[in-house]
C-alpha cells in the first residue's frame, strides 16, 4: 500500500506547486495537494519547504533543524540543516565549490558525523556522483550521493587480527540536496540502505529532493551549530 502512493511523488512532484516563497494572494491561487501519501512541510521561519512521506515520523532531539523517520525502516530518514547567518553569506550553491569539491566536504563531514569510539571500526566510503540541477527559475541546486560501508570485529579486544575478523555492520547511501536563499546554505539529506537505496529513490527519495525548495524570509534566526550537516562551511 505504501508503495503504491509513493510512487506518485516521483511522477507528481514536477506538476506540484510548492508555497512557502509565494504571497498570500499567490498561494491562494498556486496551493495544489499534495501527491497521496504525502504531506508538505514549510517552516515559515527559517525559510525552506519540502515533500515527506505522511507515515514518516519527526524525531525530536536529534539536533537538526526537523527530522523525520520511517517507522517501517529505522534506517531510512531524512534532516534539514542550514549554515549559519554568522557564517559565509551564499548567493549560490556555487559559492561552496564544484558539485565534485561540495561532494568531498560533506563525505568527509559526514565521516566525522559517523565516528565510533569502539575499536577496529572500518569505514569504507565513495562519493557515487555529485551533479548541478537547474529548476525552473534557473536556480541551481546540487544533488549529491555518498556510500559508507561500516565494518566492526565482533571480538574488540583480540590480540592479533586473526581475532578480530572484520564483518560489515552497515552498508548506506546518502543523498543530499543543496540550495541558498537567504545568504545561507539549506541542505535536506536522506539516508536509506544501500541495497533498497534505487528502489526508494525511484518510489519517494528523489521527488523528495526534488520538491525541497528554500525561499525568502524577512528576518532569518540567528541559529547557530544546531544541526549535523554543513559544519564543514
Given at each position: ?6 510512487f506518485?511523488l516521483?511522477?507528481g512532484v ?7 516563497g509565494?504571497?498570500k ?5 498556486a496551493?495544489t495537494r ?9 517552516d515559515?521561519i527559517d525559510g525552506y519547504?519540502?515533500l ?12 537538526n533543524d526537523?527530522?523525520?523517520r520511517?517507522p517501517r525502516n529505522?534506517?531510512?530518514?531524512c534532516?534539514?540543516a542550514?549554515?549559519?547567518?554568522s ?19 560533506i563525505l568527509k563531514q ?12 572500518i569505514?569504507e566510503?565513495?562519493?557515487v556522483?555529485?551533479k548541478?540541477d537547474?529548476?525552473?527559475d534557473g536556480t541551481?541546486?546540487?544533488d549529491?550521493t555518498?556510500r559508507i ?5 565482533k571480538?574488540?579486544?583480540g590480540l592479533?587480527?586473526e ?7 552497515w552498508d ?5 540536496r543543496?540550495?541558498?536563499e537567504n545568504?545561507?546554505?539549506?541542505e535536506l539529506?536522506?539516508q536509506?540502505?544501500s541495497?533498497?537505496f ?5 518510489q519517494?527519495?528523489?521527488g523528495m529532493?526534488?520538491s ?5 524570509v524577512?528576518?532569518p ?6 544541526q549535523?550537516?554543513?559544519n564543514?562551511?
Amino acid at each position: 500500500m505504501f508503495k503504491t502512493k509513493t510512487f506518485a511523488l516521483t511522477l507528481g512532484v514536477s506538476s506540484f506547486v510548492l508555497t512557502g516563497g509565494l504571497g498570500k494572494d499567490d498561494k491562494a491561487q498556486a496551493f495544489t495537494r499534495p501527491p497521496p501519501g504525502f504531506d508538505l512541510f514549510i517552516d515559515t521561519i527559517d525559510g525552506y519547504e519540502f515533500l515527506r512521506p505522511s507515515s514518516w515520523v519527526e524525531v525530536k532531539g536529534s539536533g537538526n533543524d526537523i527530522f523525520y523517520r520511517n517507522p517501517r525502516n529505522v534506517e531510512e530518514n531524512c534532516f534539514v540543516a542550514i549554515s549559519s547567518p554568522s557564517s559565509n553569506v551564499y548567493k549560490s550553491v556555487r559559492d561552496v565549490g564544484t558539485p565534485e569539491e561540495t561532494a568531498e566536504k560533506i563525505l568527509k563531514q559526514t565521516l566525522i558525523e559517523l565516528t565510533s569510539t569502539r575499536l577496529g571500526i572500518i569505514r569504507e566510503s565513495e562519493v557515487v556522483s555529485a551533479k548541478e540541477d537547474l529548476d525552473k527559475d534557473g536556480t541551481a541546486f546540487y544533488d549529491i550521493t555518498l556510500r559508507i560501508k561500516s565494518y566492526a570485529a565482533k571480538n574488540q579486544y583480540g590480540l592479533t587480527p586473526e581475532d578480530r575478523p572484520q564483518t560489515l555492520e552497515w552498508d548506506r547511501t546518502f543523498y543530499s540536496r543543496l540550495g541558498t536563499e537567504n545568504g545561507r546554505l539549506y541542505e535536506l539529506r536522506m539516508q536509506s540502505p544501500s541495497a533498497e537505496f534505487e528502489e526508494s529513490k525511484e518510489q519517494y527519495l528523489a521527488g523528495m529532493g526534488k520538491s525541497f525548495r528554500p525561499f525568502e524570509v524577512d528576518t532569518p534566526p540567528p541559529s547557530v551549530g544546531k544541526q549535523l550537516g554543513l559544519n564543514f562551511i
